[in-house]
């Protein structure tokens, strides 16, 4: 089985969801190869953004990923690729090449238990409190998504 998490810039979001994804598939059990990427390159080569590898730091997670484009070839490669939110879910469904393609791409919030949240919100222009939603939510998502690979 293999992951592929997608945001924007592949810096936020994305890191923090394959970090908190790997710790917890691992805990699980759950034999799985995990990745990242962004549907923007204009992070390309750079670590996830400090202040979200210091917020997941704190709640037991290392975020090691180097941003990356998402590409025609991870469409193939990949079993399921998870989009943060509703643009980058369009926009991974607009660039698949098959319907098979795109029935691969799901979003993120199809696995949130509580309805507060429809997507996982960008903490890049906002304040310190948005790192830790994003971290609440791939907590959240990340345990239920593991309960959906186990069934499928
Ligand atoms: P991410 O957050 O998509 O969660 O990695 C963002 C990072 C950078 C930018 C936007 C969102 N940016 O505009 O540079």
């Given at each position: 089985m293999k992951i592929l998490f997608v945001c924007l810039g592949n810096i936020c979001r994305s890191p923090a969801a394959e970090g908190i994804f790997a710790h917890k598939a691992q805990q699980a059990g759950l034999q799985v190869e995990?990745?990242?990427a962004g549907t923007a390159a204009?992070?390309?080569?750079?670590?996830?953004?400090r202040r979200m590898r210091q917020t997941a730091k704190s709640r037991g997670y290392e975020l090691t990923s180097i941003s990356r484009p998402v590409t025609n070839a991870d469409y193939e490669s990949f079993d399921?690729?998870?989009a943060m939110?509703?643009?980058?879910?369009?926009?991974?469904?607009?660039?698949?090449l098959t319907p098979e393609?795109?029935?691969?791409?799901?979003r993120m919030r199809d696995?949130?238990?509580n309805a507060d949240y429809?997507?996982?919100?960008d903490p890049y222009y906002g304040g310190s409190k948005g790192f830790d939603i994003v971290i609440d939510l791939l907590e959240e998502g990340s345990d239920n998504l593991i309960k959906f690979l186990k069934q499928h």
């Amino acid at each position: 089985m293999k992951i592929l998490f997608v945001c924007l810039g592949n810096i936020c979001r994305s890191p923090a969801a394959e970090g908190i994804f790997a710790h917890k598939a691992q805990q699980a059990g759950l034999q799985v190869e995990i990745d990242s990427a962004g549907t923007a390159a204009y992070h390309a080569g750079e670590k996830a953004d400090r202040r979200m590898r210091q917020t997941a730091k704190s709640r037991g997670y290392e975020l090691t990923s180097i941003s990356r484009p998402v590409t025609n070839a991870d469409y193939e490669s990949f079993d399921y690729l998870i989009a943060m939110d509703n643009q980058n879910y369009d926009e991974l469904r607009e660039k698949a090449l098959t319907p098979e393609q795109a029935e691969k791409v799901l979003r993120m919030r199809d696995f949130f238990s509580n309805a507060d949240y429809d997507h996982v919100p960008d903490p890049y222009y906002g304040g310190s409190k948005g790192f830790d939603i994003v971290i609440d939510l791939l907590e959240e998502g990340s345990d239920n998504l593991i309960k959906f690979l186990k069934q499928h």
